[in-house]
């Protein structure tokens, strides 16, 4: 592991003077990288796995909470086999789309050099969390219900409309997706954007209970705050569905993860710091297991036709790193973005 090490840091020592500079890309730059979606299922595939093998240190996310509805957080990870060290600072502001046409989450990821700990980069990870989020979903989805036909997404703002470009990847057999938002307009801008994108039809669809009861699948990119919409019904969901939150407590009826057969959750220190902080103001549901030990094959996902499984994913800096180093290792080989003095 030193070697590969050592010669890592020779590769990025040919770019940089290690300790005396770092390479900066702007979200631009890193769109310039081009990353594929298939590159970053793989690479979220690989950090998940990773993770479900306990090869990696992430500890639970730390804040700051300048509102009572918004949230800083630090998230540091380590994940030994990608050559991935670093940190996201993310922010995440319910209010930032309505009152400053801004997107809800923004953020910067730092690399680091495994051997002498300093800073190697500095990178916009907007975008990198806008792609690793539908990744997670979407290869959940793939082992926990690879034969569904249907998909349904509630939030079609950013995560909504990659969720559903990357869908198609994992579930092969996919015919309809039911989109569904409070704002119309989001769902219609969803379709224009996907729609020429992928073979599979999309459905606008204003009725919650419509969606919830038509799809096999199921996924939510909303908001989130501690106290639970419940915009989903626990007797609108059926046996058999797979549910993907991307927005923890909020979106469902807190009794859909108390009943579900199992509730699968991509990092349980994350959920219980969550819990810990006001979230899941109805109890945090009896954990099954973590998304990467399905991935990696180490517990089971779904064992009958007929369980109710809910798979809770809030987000891991694992996943955040690893896409970052193959972000800057691409930027490096072609010269995308550009040094600074540190
Ligand atoms: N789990 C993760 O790793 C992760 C990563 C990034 C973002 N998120 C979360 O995903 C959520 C969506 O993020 P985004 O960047 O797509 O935000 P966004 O603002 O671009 O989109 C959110 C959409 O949800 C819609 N919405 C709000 N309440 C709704 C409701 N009750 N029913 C239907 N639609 C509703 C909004 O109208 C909006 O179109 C946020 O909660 C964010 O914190 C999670």
Known sequence: MLKTMEKDREWVSSKINIGKELWYLTLDEVLATKLSEKDILNLTNNALIAHGKKDYEMPAKVGVHPFKEVFYHAMPAYVPSELACGMKWVECYPNNPSKFNLPQTTGLIVLNDILSGCPIAIM?????????????????????????????MFGCGVQGIEHCKFIVHTLKNLKKIYVNDIN????????????????????????????????????????IIQETLSAVKYDWVSKGQTILPCDLNTFWDPVIPQKADKYIVDSIDEHEMFASMGYFPDGLPEITCETGEVLAGLKAGRESKDELIVCSNIGMSVCDVVVAREVLDRALEN????????
């Not at 916009?124 to 349904?152: K, S």
């Open 124 to 152: 916009d990870g907007t975008w990198i969390t806008a792609m690793r989020t539908p990744a997670v979903t979407v290869l959940a989805a793939g082992a926990l219900h690879p034969d569904a036909e249907t998909f349904g």
């Open 184 to 223: 119309p307009e989001t769902m219609d801008n969803l379709i224009k954007e996907v729609q020429p994108k992928i073979d599979v039809e999309i459905i606008k669809c204003e009725d919650p209970e419509e969606v919830a009861k038509k799809c096999e699948v199921l996924s939510s990119a909303t908001i």
């Open 335 to 342: 010269n995308i973005g550009r040094k600074l003095p540190l």
